[in-house]
């Protein structure tokens, strides 16, 4: 259930942990200080030729950002409203563009080794009192919970589709809301697992 990785041998599947955060991190701060819609249309557009790259499809890519996509059009139609046409597709457009970055790395590095990037990177913070192994863990789950996310509504809706039931609103969400406390539960054995409880 965490762990999202799609096994290859892609120059992003070999590129180094540290490499691909750190460029997630840069990439997302550029994200938020650009003001441009081409700006972002095009770092959107680079994003999605990333994909191949990684010997993933772009229906995989798709796939990353089809369950938000009410979102997507809530946030689009609220913009619009308030803000104009060009704002509300920079808006929808740049966080489309930060989950499909996000979910870029997640697809290509093996939970494992981000927490113990992470870890690494974070061991010199420990005179300040601060556990690295604990907030490593907490961030690398914070990456994951949106393509986990969706991955539990796409199979909802595709189990809830197969069955007609795809327009009731109960049968579509209590599914969702067992997944979701599945992945809780399975976060806490995550958690309990690596003796991280205070």
Request: overall charge positive; cysteine-free.
């Amino acid at each position: 259930m965490l762990d999202l990785y799609s096994p290859g041998h892609s120059p992003l599947h070999r590129m180094r942990p540290a490499v691909k955060m750190a460029a997630l991190m840069v990439g997302a701060t550029l994200l938020f200080i650009n003001q441009s819609l081409a700006a972002t249309t095009a770092a959107t557009l680079a994003i999605l030729a990333l994909y191949p790259l990684a010997q993933l499809t772009l229906k995989q890519a798709f796939a990353q950002i089809r369950p938000l996509l009410w979102i997507f059009v809530l946030f689009f139609a609220v913009q619009w409203y308030f803000s104009g046409l060009t704002l509300a597709a920079y808006v929808v457009l740049r966080l489309a563009a930060l989950i499909l970055l996000a979910s870029l790395v997640t697809l290509t590095t093996r939970s494992s080794d981000m927490i113990d990037t992470m870890t690494r990177a974070l061991s010199i913070l420990r005179p300040f009192g601060v556990n690295p192994a604990k907030v490593s863990l907490a961030i690398a789950l914070a990456l994951r919970f949106i393509p986990v996310l969706a991955q539990i509504m796409r199979d909802v809706r595709e189990a809830q589709k197969a069955r007609g039931l795809e327009r009731s609103v109960i049968a579509v969400a209590m599914p969702m809301a067992i997944r979701a406390i599945k992945m809780a539960d399975d976060i806490s054995d995550a958690i309990d697992s690596r003796g991280y409880r205070s």
